[in-house]
């Protein structure tokens, strides 16, 4: 994805069903629930059982979770140390940092200890060196974080993954020193924000903060941030040069019309719209409504107020030539699969256009709730450039549902 080393994850099947010696083989699944709420379910099924290895790491018994071979339960929030860094503003960056409320299982383990085993187990960064075990205890204080630095430095090999081992290393040797090990992590991007982004973090922490070394900077952030976890905010940006600063070219100057794209914007100007008889509906997959968070909701009692929550929104035009009222269920079929549902009709829209929302299809307590739009979506009819699939435009046929 652009300059991104990643690529979309609707094509992760593909990379597992590939006739390749070097296909996807195994994974570790940690927050997403693919099986259910990315593109193109029966291909996900499909490629797990080429898989020879499927690892989630969640704290539910997700769809994705029981497919697995192994499960590595985690805390759920309220239980474990969490980060936030989402905008409350601009230019200000806000930072939140909120302690466990309440006490989790003890078989449960918070995801950076479940990668420190695991890193440990592989032998990938080997053990950290009994000087930073013995410099640890003072590197909360502004000499002893500048000490425990030099000394990481020096002794982190630069192999490509020094970043990493340092994160590792600092984990397992400043982390028992804090309140919980999680929040070493937090500590170490204190201190490359006072090294890297002074300037910003200045900003906030005002005229007094000048002359003070980076060490004193990066230790008054961590104070702050532990000390409001409703919150804080830690950087700002220079508004004036915010557009300057962040620009990748060496020109200066903004890519609006990248090369690559005019070719497939062109082709798609010079084409005629697609028309399928067998598939007459254009279908809007997974629209948010206030009913769902994502997959996050799972006891649909939470859900309170008026249903249908989980309903197939049409034209009243196309209620009429169906033979459709409210409430009547309704069967929605494509290329990859088929889902029933109740009716809902929708005076906004044109006819034609259906749609339907995200966030169901899950099982809770043996009983299915609402459909999951991803068992009609197809991750081969998708953007060239990201990979995401269609979702707002997926080719459809309704008819009513036998019985309803």
Not at 42 to 67: K, Q, Y
Not at 262 to 276: K, M, N, Q, T, W
Not at 291 to 300: G, K, L, S, V
Not at 355 to 365: A, K
Request: with cysteine; glycine share 8%.
């Amino acid at each position: 994805l652009g300059n991104f080393a990643m690529f979309s994850p609707t094509l992760v099947p593909e990379e597992v069903l590939l006739d390749h010696p070097e296909r996807l083989r195994a994974l570790i699944v940690e927050g997403p629930n693919p099986f259910l709420s990315y593109s193109d379910t029966a291909r996900w099924r499909e490629a797990r059982e080429r898989l020879e290895l499927l690892v989630v790491i969640e704290p539910a018994m997700t769809e994705t979770a029981r497919a697995a071979d192994y499960v590595l339960p985690t805390p759920v929030g309220y239980e474990k140390w969490e980060f936030a860094n989402f905008p409350k503003g601009y230019p200000e960056i806000f930072v939140q940092v909120r302690p466990p409320v309440v006490p989790g299982p003890i078989e449960a383990l918070p995801e950076p200890e479940i990668y420190a085993r695991l890193a440990e187990a592989m032998g990938i960064f080997g053990d950290a060196p009994a000087a930073l075990h013995d410099l640890a205890a003072g590197a909360v204080e502004p000499e002893g974080a500048m000490r425990f630095l030099a000394a990481a430095q020096e002794l982190t090999a630069t192999d490509g993954i020094a970043k990493e081992r340092l994160l590792f290393w600092t984990y397992r040797t400043l982390g028992p020193q804090l309140r919980s090990p999680a929040l070493a992590a937090i500590w170490l991007q204190c201190q490359l924000n006072a090294m890297l982004r002074l300037p910003s973090v200045l900003r906030t922490l005002g005229p007094d903060w000048q002359a003070r070394s980076p060490f004193e900077v990066a230790a008054e952030l961590f104070r702050r941030i532990l000390d409001h976890p409703e919150g804080v905010e830690i950087a700002r940006i220079a508004e004036d040069t915010n557009l300057e600063d962040h620009l990748g070219f060496e020109d200066g100057r903004i890519r609006l019309a990248p090369e690559p794209m005019l070719g497939e914007i062109g082709r798609a100007v010079a084409s005629p719209p697609a028309h399928d008889a067998s598939f007459p509906f254009v279908l809007a997959a997974g629209l948010r409504t206030r009913w769902t968070a994502n997959t996050i909701q799972r006891d649909p009692a939470w859900r309170k107020g008026r249903g249908p929550h989980c309903a197939l929104n049409l034209s009243p035009a196309d209620a009429r030539d169906l033979g459709l009222s409210d409430g009547d269920r309704v069967r929605v079929a494509t290329r990859r699969g088929a889902v029933t549902l109740p009716a809902q009709i929708d005076p906004k829209l044109l006819p034609g256009h259906v749609w339907m929302p995200n966030g169901f299809g899950m099982v809770h307590d043996g009983m299915l709730d609402g459909a999951n739009q991803n068992e009609l979506t197809d991750t081969a009819d998708r953007d060239p450039f990201t990979g995401i699939p269609h979702h707002r435009h997926v080719r459809c046929r309704l008819e009513r549902a036998v019985g309803a």
